[in-house]
């Protein structure tokens, strides 16, 4: 059975939006991509060059300062913040394009709700009146022969007064029936693949996102990847340098190996060493304790000998000490008695005159 030409277009102009939408997804992908590219290049190309000299770099030289010919160029973070800017737009005008997308699906699948439900009482209705006319057809069929007089002379009355005859009727009615059985079969199939439609849009825009979140999950991939070379490279790198400083640290371990060894054996010898040393002390601490004895016992014996040597002088000392006292007592009592008799002297001579004294004194010289 031929499809109606109306559905084909409508599924045609359905389906091309939606194609166009995808070929725009596509060179806003590829763009994306060179995009990347072209970050990649410029980071290798800046890698030499150093941080101050990427984020200002000059705009001329002295050479086309004096040649007067001068086109500055855009410095790098013009370049990002176009690049940012043309970014935002194309998010922009994608996030528009999709929003409009789906509002035309949902008022496409709004209108093909109502359709459905207009033409589903006519569909019911047309069914009925279906199986009516099939029932009086059939009715008609088996009552064609027995056909009484009176329809006969309706039927011709009806022919006189109608420009068309009866079987002409009949025609046209079965051709009328016809076409709308096959209007009715017509519309359930296109109320059906208007369900199908609907469900295929669905399952495409399913397919849509399910790509665009394996895309996004791609660049993800793609700059975890990245990183992880990166990440790999720095592993080598440290491997590489771990490498050489475990080869160095075996180089030292050696040499400290061979050193212990010399210090084992020089250890042995200074133990050998110690221990005829420690015999040689044993024996000096036992001539030691000897010569203490002996010094212990002359010491004794000296100082014995002085603390006679000096009792005996002590004794003498003391001997003379009293012979001293003795004298100096005999000396004091001396001394008191011509103490006494010079008193008794100056009591006399205070008691008698001066001319006795004088005649005493002449006759004294005398």
């Given at each position: ?90 998010i ?66 009806t ?10 009727l ?84 050696h ?50 000998k ?24 005999d ?17 006399h ?18």
């Amino acid at each position: 059975m031929p499809k109606p030409s109306g559905f084909s277009q409508t599924a045609n102009m359905s389906l091309c939006p939606k194609d166009s939408y995808i070929v725009g997804e596509r060179n806003a992908r590829k763009i994306h991509i060179s995009r990347l590219q072209a970050m990649e290049t410029l980071e290798m190309e800046n890698k030499g060059k150093h941080w101050v000299e990427k984020l200002f770099s000059p705009h001329f030289s002295a050479q086309d300062f004096f040649s007067q010919v001068y086109h500055p160029e855009s410095l790098m973070f013009e370049k990002l913040a176009l690049a940012r800017a043309k970014r935002v737009e194309e998010i922009y005008n994608r996030a528009i394009k999709n929003f409009q997308e789906e509002k035309r699906l949902k008022r496409k699948v709004c209108f093909s709700k109502l359709i459905v439900r207009e033409y589903e009482p006519n569909i019911v209705g047309v069914k009925i009146n279906i199986s009516k006319k099939e029932r009086e057809g059939d009715s008609a069929c088996c009552g064609a022969g027995n056909l009484d007089v009176g329809t006969e002379e309706s039927l011709k009355k009806t022919e006189g007064h109608c420009i068309w005859n009866a079987k002409e009727l009949a025609d046209l009615r079965q051709e009328m029936h016809k076409n709308h059985a096959e209007g009715v079969s017509l519309k359930l199939q296109l109320s059906t693949l208007n369900a199908e439609l609907v469900e295929l849009k669905a399952k495409c825009k399913k397919i849509q996102v399910d790509f665009e979140n394996a895309e996004q999950e791609l660049l993800n991939s793609r700059k975890e990847v990245r990183c992880k070379n990166t990440q790999l490279q720095q592993i080598q790198k440290d491997s590489l340098k771990k490498d050489f400083e475990l080869q160095a640290l075996k180089q030292h371990l050696h040499e400290k190996s061979a050193n212990i060894r010399s210090l084992n054996q020089e250890l042995l010898q200074a133990r050998k060493e110690i221990q005829s040393l420690d015999l040689k002390n044993k024996d000096l601490q036992q001539e030691v304790k000897k010569l203490k004895q002996q010094h212990d016992l002359g010491y004794k014996a000296c100082i014995e000998k002085v603390k006679l040597h000096y009792d005996l002088k002590i004794r003498n000392i003391q001997k003379e000490l009293e012979d001293v006292k003795s004298e100096l007592s005999d000396e004091k009592l001396l001394h008191v008695k011509n103490v006494k008799a010079l008193e008794i002297l100056r009591k006399h001579f205070s008691a008698q005159p001066l001319s006795n004294i004088f005649d005493n004194l002449r006759v004294d010289f005398l």
